[in-house]
């Protein structure tokens, strides 16, 4: 019984002790990961400006791999797996980050991070060809030569004919699509009225005014009334035996010369008869 607690005993103090250097070890993950932070910033900024400014692009190289250098001591140090921490925190493939971080841990890291980029270089280069090498090879026999299109083969066919039969070939195929093929005289003697036509178009008000002038009392009443129907007013005629105030010579019964005493005047036009000939009372 005496050995079974001496066992529990040493059992819990191992479990404690493996507890305390958890808590210990969570505690310098933590410390670490908090001073990787700032580093995984600049890294980031660095590479990116590596990218875009061309004049400096190699400094900010060499200075990112040099944090990475320190960013993998760190990670070691910690026991934080550096390519974890690397995929979650550095904005570029582990591949580049690896190169990188070795080329900041060496003597020279300028002359390191120099040999990379040329390395990278010839690779594309070497990738570039390549694919240019399948393309060609994958390429069909006629690859290169220009496609002749129906529009193409219609138009050699044209040009082969004769002017005139050319031309007649081209009036017949623009009469099956409702058009018309002119000369180009015809074609500046329309432009020519069309001009024309635009300019009448700005002086027709002056020209009806003049034409109006021009017409019979009757024809200019009929005008009037045509204009007002087309612009949706309505023209009322007088009617003067509602006229409170009528002088006499307007009065039915008034005699008037020429006129029977009873004959009523009823239109306008036979009133007009009545002032030209001065009946006015």
């Known amino acids: 019984m005496a050995k079974r607690k001496t066992i529990d005993k040493a059992k819990a103090r191992t479990a404690k002790a493996k507890l305390a250097a958890s808590s ?41 791999a040099l944090r990475l250098a320190e960013a993998v ?17 550095v904005d570029r493939s582990y591949h580049t980050v690896l190169l990188l971080s070795r080329a900041g841990a060496e003597s020279d890291p300028t002359a390191a991070v120099q040999l990379i980029r040329s390395k990278n270089a010839e690779y594309n280069r070497v990738s570039r060809d390549k694919k240019k090498a399948i393309s060609r090879e994958n390429a ?36 099956t699509k409702g058009m018309y093929v002119i000369s180009g005289h015809d074609h500046i003697e329309l432009a020519d009225l069309r001009k ?11 020209r009806v005014k003049h034409d109006f002038d021009g017409l019979s009392a009757a024809d200019k009443m009929a005008l009037v009334f045509y204009a ?7 023209i ?28 009523k005047i009823t239109r306008v036009k036979d009133v007009a008869k009545v002032i030209k000939r001065g009946a006015v009372a």
């Open 24 to 64: 210990k070890q969570k505690a310098k993950h933590t410390a670490v990961l908090t001073t990787l932070k700032p580093i995984a910033k600049e890294i980031n900024v660095r590479l990116e400006k590596a990218d875009t400014t061309a004049k400096v692009s190699l400094d900010h190289r060499v200075a990112a």
């Open 73 to 89: 001591k760190l990670c070691k140090k910690a026991g934080i797996t550096f390519k974890k921490w690397a995929e979650e925190n």
């Open 140 to 175: 069909p026999a006629n690859y290169g030569a220009i496609a002749i299109t129906p529009f193409a083969h219609a138009i050699n066919a044209i040009s082969a004919l004769e002017d005139q039969a050319a031309l007649s070939l081209a009036a017949d195929i623009a009469a």
């Open 196 to 206: 024309a036509h635009k300019t009448e178009a700005k002086l027709s008000l002056d």
């Open 228 to 234: 007002a129907k087309k612009v949706g007013c309505e």
């Open 236 to 263: 009322i005629k007088p009617n003067f035996d509602q006229v409170a105030d009528r002088p006499d010579f307007l009065d039915r019964s008034h005699a008037v010369p020429g006129l029977s005493p009873k004959k």
